[in-house]
């Protein structure tokens, strides 16, 4: 079974930045899509970023332009670049891949 442990998360300013990045390991047999998801109190999950096996990658509009997914495959992980951050970007942030998800962390934007 694949396990997703994602790191990065924290406390940033409006307008900071921070880098996820969700490890894989496990018996990982193929390359797969990856995607970040996120979610707030009171909202449900939603869709940041994702990126498929071939590299190409989609974003939730609210985060277009400022946000970047990318993957190191031979490193297994996926990263999630987060520019210019806002206040309605806090929530806990979660890896996916192939119905796997990672236990989440923690993003707060606030000055």
């Known amino acids: 079974q694949v396990q997703l442990v994602e790191s990065g998360g924290g406390l940033v300013q409006p307008g900071g930045s921070l880098r996820l990045s969700c490890?894989?390991?496990?018996?990982?047999?193929?390359?797969?899509?990856?995607?970040?998801?996120?979610?707030?109190?009171?909202?449900?999950r939603e869709l940041v970023a994702i990126i498929t096996s071939?590299?190409?990658?989609?974003?939730?509009?609210s985060v277009k332009g400022r946000f970047t997914i990318s993957r190191d495959n031979a490193k297994n992980t996926v990263y999630l670049q987060m520019n210019s951050l806002k206040p309605e970007d806090t929530a806990v942030y979660y890896c996916w891949r192939s119905s796997i998800w990672g236990q989440g962390t923690q993003v707060t934007v606030s000055s």
């Open 54 to 61: 071939g590299g190409s990658t989609n974003y939730a509009d």
């Open 23 to 44: 490890a894989a390991s496990g018996r990982i047999f193929s390359i797969a899509a990856m995607a970040w998801y996120r979610q707030a109190p009171g909202k449900e």
